[in-house]
């Protein structure tokens, strides 16, 4: 092994097994990740952060390991770096000085001013005189310039990033090494192939002065630290990460931003001036080949899945290309995924409707008390890195502009929404492929996907290696430690998990395992649910069928009714899944064609080979439904979630004899929708307590008002409460005498359109209960939401009207 700089071969030994010298980098073979394109011996992981010592167990290491940080010895002195110089005194006010030097900021500057000017003038705050005007302006024109120059200034000294210290940076990546590998005892891993491209990609940018843009999942605050950890671990120039402003807390924001944060506002409202200093420092940034960070998702996905792409920050980055200002940026979609997250439990209350806790100094420190949790590893895995700018040369092409990036390309809202979506999918499809699945997924989406109590250890163990070649199947990859057998591979993903998620009933023939806290275990479950999203829709359009009973040759469909309820599913979880972007035929027939190969399913086909009717295979049915089943139990609780989020519109209904036009708040609605769920959980109505998951809710929702099931009035102030109420032609009709909602009509019938794949449940049957008993809940639900809706409008009322006589008495006052 060779000397690292660092004293001694003890030493070095000590040193994560990825060694960085000078320009140098050795590999040394610890581990494998699998994959469906590498199935070989050769080995590609690598644990890149192990342990560092511990003062108790040994001082000496302990004190040696901090004085090689503060000396900066070998690769720890970060001074060999691929990217452009940074850590510099003055490296700040270089930034600050090329921003608001930017033509962009300036221009709008006067523009603003301008603005101002027209509105004195209309007033006659200028004078009168023409050349009392030109005067006036002229000296207004300054004034309000230097004001508005001097508001920049203060916006720019809170938001950029100021990394000037290169001890600092030193002391910090030690900081937030010892933290992580306490925490994530097991390491953080990379593929060695992976990060040997990603240097050889920042290489070329660096000599071409163009940034790297990593676009990483958000699933945890650790997301940042781990990739500035690697960054730094592979002497790659350290991302400027974009940072919502409610992480810029005292003592914390400070660390934060002199190691790698640029803080944002969560909301930029109207504020045009804000908006474009964003979009300057962007361009500065990219324009002095500055690496970037920012995450494709927006926040923390609470429910461990990917969420929809938001594209506030991808909005500017596309913009500084497109204009011109910055001729092209690299884009590496990353993938960061975690044995356990340490914010699981604060994200289960948020779901269940618990308000979200203000980030604190308190809060951000405690999270379970990280410094003793053992959470197992961090895998991180990079694509491959591509042009921003030959992306974009293909969409607009494709929109059919006769136009090139060599000079500014205006896009119309349509078309500039259609290439910010094509690039957000693009970038999640990417992050998809590369993701690892983690044993505590594995084991956790094989616990919510059998029947019965719990799961013995050898069919825990058994399911397990049966979904490892199904996700390899489908093209992914599993994490693998160190070849070791699946059974003891089971064991550590169990121990990780813990007793408050998965525990063992002790006294029996053989350890049995059940899920304690299903909701919380779902987190896991949905880290896989991607891979198999059509397989689940297709299992579910054909439990249309089967749940009715009565033999195969009841439960036999055709493939027009098949593809009739693939596409409504499909429609309906438009925006809560990432779809392959074949289409739904073509998804459809490899579908089946996947099925049909494993003997899940068996095909009736005509003589010309299209699909007939399609039915479970014998071999499916002789062994218990258990592969079909599989794939019904990842989509189930999504069906239930938007069945109650359509169950809970019925409420929405006006009473009789009350007023058509009550518009009700769209937090307060599923606030509303989430008690209702609760409830019918609780009655047995409810196959599934995921299904009052906020976020699936807001999903839900949201489909409805595209689908105009109901229509929505935001505020224009920036804090003002969004309204809806049903549309009318989708408004649920009222017995006339009892007043008692009718199970007829529009929202009923596509109500019922998605409980015909919903889980028929033991104690539970569709039709009547629900025609009854729910809708009589759901009424009571309502008929609360209303008062509450009718008493804030008086409420509003009454401020209003003060507020109009205070105006009022002032006016008088004034005079």
Known sequence: ??????????????????????SQVTLHPTGFTGGAESQDDTITERNLVQHMARFRENPFDFLREVSLFVSGTGW??????????????GYSGRIKDLILASPLLRGKVGELAEARLAVEQSQGLLGEAVDVIKVARARRKSEIEGNLLDVVDTMVDSMICKMESNTFIRGAYYLATQLLTRAYHQGIHVSSEEVLR????AKAAEEKKQSIVFLPCHKSHVDYVSLQIICYRLGIGLPIVVAGDNLNFPLVGAFLQHAGAMWIRRSFGDDQLYATLVQAYIDVLLQQGYNFECFIEGGRSRTGKLLSPKFGILSFIVDSVLSGRVSDTIICPVSTQYDKVVETESYISELLGQPKQK????????????LSLKLGRVDVRFHKPWSLRNFLTQQVQRIGLAQSLDSRITLSSTDRGRVLRALGYRVLSDI????????????GTVLLTLRGRGVGKAELVRRVEWLSERVRAKGGRVAHFYRAPTSLVVDRALEVLGPKLVREVTGLAEPTYYAVDRFQLSFYRNMTIHLFI???????AMYTKIKQGGGPANQQITYDALLDQVSFLSQLFRGEFIFPPEGLVANLGKSLQGLEKDDVIKVTRNASGSPVTIDLSDAERQCGRENYDFYCFLIWPFIEATWLGAVSLMGLAPPLNGSSDVWVGLNKAQDSAQLLGKTLYHQGDLSYFEAVNKETL????QRFAEEGIILIARSKEQRGVTTIKLAPEWTPQRDPETGKLLDRGRLWDFTERIAQSRREGKNRRDGATVSSRVLTITDTVGRNLFQSAASSSAENLNVSSRQQRRTAIAEKAHL
């Open 359 to 370: 980030e604190n100094l308190t809060n951000f420190l405690s999270q379970s008390s990280i």
């Open 698 to 701: 807001k999903n839900a929702y």
């Open 198 to 201: 990603l240097r050889s990609v």
């Open 432 to 443: 998809n492929d590369v993701s690892v699945m983690m044993p505590t997924a594995l084991v």
């Open 1 to 22: 092994m060779p000397r690292n700089g660092e004293g001694d071969v003890e030493a070095s030994q000590a040193a994560p097994d990825l060694e960085i010298v000078g």
């Open 534 to 540: 059509p397989e689940a829709l297709v299992s579910a």
């Open 76 to 89: 720890r002195a970060y001074d060999s770096v691929i990217g452009q110089p940074v850590f510099y005194t």
